[in-house]
């Protein structure tokens, strides 16, 4: 298995502009998470599923930012309108919905917002 | 309020050296404790999972311990190499799928 797929691996734009992560997590896996990585806060839940279904979704900054999950091998993030405020890496992660099981994270997104 | 506390927040170790790295947390109810290792411009990857029976687990040159008395657990690493440097983060599953993450501690092995 490849591991989780993220894409871009880097993504530049303006603020204003509309931002879309993608993520392929590893397959059979039936939860997935959306990960915020920064120097100030280090890594911070913005939102999981579990079989495709949005569980939790508390950490989401703000309306700006929304999660799809359309199918058991794909999600996005997207953020509209982007922010300076917004720069950071974002991780992708997927893991079996058992307490305590260990996420498996993708190579992350470094989002920086001009 | 749940937390975890790592110290230091960073540490530099010749080549060949131990050094412990520590992991303090609040947490309830406490379920597992994990530790992850993420090299630079990667996701974090999982070491090791101490549950709450268990005092010491080894990986290799790693070796975690967990007092649940005084909710501490330190990563033990011997003879650290080069491939070493990586930030290690503490991450304390508090029942569910609700975890609760350390800020990590940034180690850098030099030569």
């Known amino acids: 298995d490849a591991g989780v797929i993220q894409s871009p691996r880097h993504e530049v734009t303006e603020m204003g502009q509309e931002v879309t992560l993608r993520c392929k997590p590893i397959s059979g896996h039936n939860s997935l998470f959306w990960y915020r990585q920064t120097m100030m806060r280090g890594l911070e839940l913005l939102i999981y599923f579990n079989n495709n279904v949005p569980i939790d979704d508390s950490g989401m900054p703000e309306d700006r930012f929304s999660a799809k999950m359309p199918n058991a091998s794909f999600s996005t993030l997207k953020i509209q309108p982007s922010e300076p405020r917004d720069s950071a890496v974002y991780f992708c992660?997927?893991?079996?919905?058992?307490?305590?099981?260990?996420?498996?994270f993708g190579s992350g997104t470094q989002l920086s917002v001009l | 309020k749940n937390q975890v506390e790592q110290s230091p927040q960073s540490l530099i170790i010749l080549e060949g050296k131990n050094c412990t790295l520590q992991c303090n947390y609040t947490v309830s109810p406490f379920s597992n404790l994990r530790w992850y290792k993420q090299d630079t411009g990667r996701g974090p990857v999982s070491l090791t999972i101490?549950?709450?029976?268990?005092n010491t687990k080894s990986n290799g040159r790693y070796t975690a311990t967990l007092d649940a008395d005084t909710k501490q657990s330190s990563l033990h690493i011997t003879a650290s190499q080069l491939s070493d440097s990586a930030s290690y983060i503490c991450?304390?599953?508090?029942?569910?799928?609700?975890?609760?993450f350390g800020a990590g501690t940034i180690l850098r092995v030099k030569s």
């Open positions: 991450v304390v599953s508090a029942g569910g799928n609700k975890l609760v």
């Open positions: 992660a997927s893991s079996f919905l058992r307490p305590g099981e260990k996420l498996f």
């Open positions: 101490m549950t709450f029976s268990e």
